[in-house]
């Protein structure tokens, strides 16, 4: 497997940086907080990356996407995460495109992938019910009710819930809490009646919602893939999201990487160049080895969604790159905001907003310590 990009893919690595540092530079995250824009990124930069393409870059063809694959999707997400952009990208184009891609029928991806790709349709998934990321714990039900069902519950940390039009919703059709079997993704328009949804300010300004469903009525045509046999499916697209969450996590730990060794080149202190004490240069040496680690794994699980790997063998690459670059980011934010020294505590600097950063996305979809965990269990440890 080569740990390199193509001809194509660093075209497109160069293009998206170039877009990403003029259009959606970390100022703009800034001021979407500081705004308190409700939907927490600019609309008008959203429509700029629907109409580069890149709503539908893993999209096939025949549902109006470029088919480019998740590699292409990756280099995107990395130089996005350099400069911490607000965008739907992760819960639309990530998370709701693998949903619809993996568990729609072809008529559900022939009706709404068309309108995913032209922006017309942004998706947001919700799974989480607790603090810690445990799909198997899921306790929203979704009850029998005439010729549909009836959903019941409440979720937690629904990324962009309060911009998008639809939900996919785990929902538990049969079974205890605790178990895989008995779970089922549903389809739900976010204006049902029934659904509350109210929106958090996350400590790295990303836009997260808990959602409450009451009685709400979702005709079983709107059910993905099979009624209490989600939980292979939602592996599958748990296990992209771990990997392609952790190429934005690449983006940030490296610009942390080479913000903080521009800022120990310059430094004076008591007449001397932090950047001359051996002891900062050992740990630079340190951090741009685990970043490259990093980055090789980011590749490797990109690579893996392409080649078709699904199952208990994405699972363990997702797991491996998710705990490996959690760890990396963490470590890069930390030292980044401890090299900086006091200023680096401020909110003018903005070194601290790659550090919230990194401790909200190491829970997203499952922390270090959860992948480590299922890494092992995946195993047979």
């Known amino acids: 497997m080569p740990l390199i990009l193509n001809e194509d893919q660093t075209l497109l690595k160069d293009s998206a940086k170039d877009f990403f540092t003029k259009s959606m530079p970390v100022k703009q995250l800034r001021q979407i907080r500081d705004d308190e824009v409700a939907v927490g990124y600019s609309t008008d930069s959203w429509k700029e990356i629907v109409d580069l393409g890149w709503s539908g870059i893993t999209v096939e063809e025949e549902f109006g996407g470029l088919e480019f694959g998740y590699l292409g999707l990756g280099v995107i997400l990395e130089e996005g995460g350099r400069t911490l952009a607000a965008s739907p990208l992760f819960s639309t184009c990530v998370l709701g495109a693998a949903a619809l891609t993996i568990a729609g029928s072809k008529e559900q991806k022939s009706e709404l992938l068309p309108l995913l790709v032209q922006g017309e349709l942004k998706l947001s998934l919700a799974i989480e019910e607790g603090a810690a990321h445990a799909p198997q714990r899921t306790r929203t039900t979704a009850t029998k009710s005439g010729d549909g069902f009836s959903i019941n519950g409440t979720k937690t940390f629904v990324l962009d819930a309060s911009s998008a039009n639809k939900m996919i919703v785990v929902a538990r059709t049969s079974?205890?809490?605790?178990s895989t079997a008995g779970l089922t993704l549903f389809l739900v328009d976010a204006d049902t009646a029934g659904i509350s949804i109210t929106s958090k300010k996350m400590a790295d300004s990303r836009n997260a919602c808990t959602v409450n469903f009451d009685n709400v009525a979702v005709p079983a045509a709107n059910v993905l893939g099979q009624v209490d046999g989600a939980a292979s499916d939602l592996q599958d697209i748990l296990s992209i999201g771990q990997i392609c969450i952790s190429a934005d996590m690449l983006g940030s730990a490296r610009e942390v990487f080479e913000r903080t060794v521009e800022y120990i080149k310059m430094r004076e202190q008591f007449d001397t160049i932090l950047g001359t004490k051996q002891a900062l240069q050992h740990r630079a040496a340190q951090l741009y080895t685990e970043i490259e680690l990093a980055k090789s794994v980011v590749i490797a699980g990109l690579t893996a969604i392409d080649e078709g790997q699904r199952g208990d063998a994405l699972a363990?690459?997702?797991?491996?790159?998710?705990?490996?670059?959690?760890?990396t980011f963490t470590l890069s934010s930390s030292e980044g905001v401890q090299t900086h020294g006091g200023i680096g505590m401020t909110d003018d600097e903005e070194i601290g907003f790659f550090l919230?950063?990194?401790?909200?996305?190491?829970?997203?979809?499952?922390?270090?310590r959860y992948h480590q965990n299922r890494y092992g269990d995946l195993l047979g440890l």
Do not use: I, M, N, P
């Open 175 to 178: 079974g205890e809490a605790g």
């Open 356 to 368: 919230k950063r990194a401790r909200t996305t190491e829970h997203t979809l499952g922390d270090v």
């Open 316 to 327: 363990k690459v997702a797991s491996l790159t998710k705990s490996k670059v959690g760890e």
